[in-house]
């Protein structure tokens, strides 16, 4: 076995050369695989859906509803609610911020269900007693 310590620097310098390039190598092969494996699940534009979601993965700024379709978690509600049965279900930092709330997609709380129609940016998200409208982010 050849020992590290014993040889001389350009040969140390080619052989971490070496081993850095097929690091490389593998790291892009290994995601360009993944790409070309991997499934779009992102909800689109001309996409129609109707799902309960009962199970929410989040990686980065992107969910995944019921391991079948993906989502922007900032994908905005469309109007200002207020004192609506949504809100009690949500973890809120400020109870007294209810008059001018914010809400976004990666807030709810499920289960809820949330319906789309084709070649529409609305979704719609049924949860407790409230309906809520958001709009769909597309690229």
């Known amino acids: 076995m050849l020992k590290f310590d014993k040889l001389g620097n350009e040969k140390k310098a080619a052989l971490l ?17 993944r790409m070309i494996l991997g499934k779009d699940i992102s909800l689109k534009y001309e996409s129609e859906i109707d799902l309960v979601v009962t199970r929410v993965e ?3 700024s992107f969910l995944t509803l019921n391991d079948s379709i993906g989502i ?3 994908t905005p509600l469309l109007k200002e609610i207020s004192k609506m049965g949504v809100l009690q279900n949500m973890k809120m930092l400020d109870t007294d911020s209810y008059a001018k709330f914010k809400m976004d997609f990666g807030q709810l709380v499920k289960p809820y269900r949330i319906v789309k129609e084709s070649n529409t940016d ?3 998200v049924y949860q407790a007693t409230d309906t809520l409208y958001f709009e769909l982010l597309t690229d």
């Open 17 to 33: 050369v070496k081993i850095a390039a097929v690091v490389f190598i593998l790291f892009v092969a290994f995601h360009g695989f």
């Open 72 to 74: 922007h978690s900032g």
């Open 58 to 60: 989040r990686e980065k």
């Open 122 to 124: 609305t979704l719609v």
